[in-house]
């Protein structure tokens, strides 16, 4: 695209939350899904499992780029159990009741792949929700958002009504903490608010 900064990371995730996230603090990116089995390993703590998916998920999107690549991930954690996204509508109504009206945590990973070899972080955000009637779950449902979220719910979408609020990164819960990850991305020596330099 004509007048487009070039790429100075290549993303490893189709997520356009976190392509949006990575734009908003000035970070152009190269687009490489990767996939993978994202199911935990027996007994895996839950940051465990965010921090081990995240970083295989950077290191195979680098595999055939110099572009130093990112991957990440986000579990909604309640009562010890990771919730991933939604298996149908039972699924997503199941999840979002058991949230409903209590607080629950949301655990995002990001690992940075690059000349530092692979850096990461692990970020915790406790979330509070109001109580939710049925019909809004089934609302909600119909609007198609819940379909790809981990925990059934997207906090920057309209889920925002359901939080009360949280305790911690905003961003972390749609998908990508900022803070850490600018950090992460220095090490790299990969600049954020890069822009073209108009000729």
């Known amino acids: 695209m004509v007048g ?15 392509r949006e996230l990575l734009a908003s603090i000035g970070v152009a990116v190269e687009v490489c899904p990767v996939d993978l089995d994202e199911s935990p390993h027996r007994d895996e703590a839950a940051a465990d499992y965010v921090l081990r998916l995240a970083g295989e998920k950077a290191l195979a999107g680098s595999r055939d780029s110099s572009l130093p690549t990112l991957g990440s991930d986000t579990a909604v954690i309640c009562d010890g159990a990771i919730l991933g996204k939604p298996h149908d509508r039972a699924h997503a109504a199941a999840m979002l009741r058991g949230l409903a009206g209590r607080t629950h945590e949301v655990l995002t990973a990001v690992a940075v792949s690059g000349p530092a070899g692979l850096v990461d972080a692990c970020v915790t955000t406790r979330v509070v929700m109001r109580p939710i009637e049925d019909a809004e779950i089934d609302a909600y449902w119909a609007t198609g958002e819940p379909v790809d979220k981990a925990g059934g719910y997207a906090i920057q979408g309209y889920a925002a009504v359901f939080v009360e609020r949280i305790e911690g990164s905003h961003s972390a819960v749609v ?21 073209a330099v108009s000729q």
């Open 4 to 18: 487009a900064d070039p790429p100075v990371l290549r993303l490893a995730s189709a997520s356009p939350r976190r």
């Open 175 to 195: 998908g990508l903490p900022l803070f850490e990850t600018a950090a992460l991305l220095e090490r790299q020596g990969v600049p954020y608010w890069n822009r």
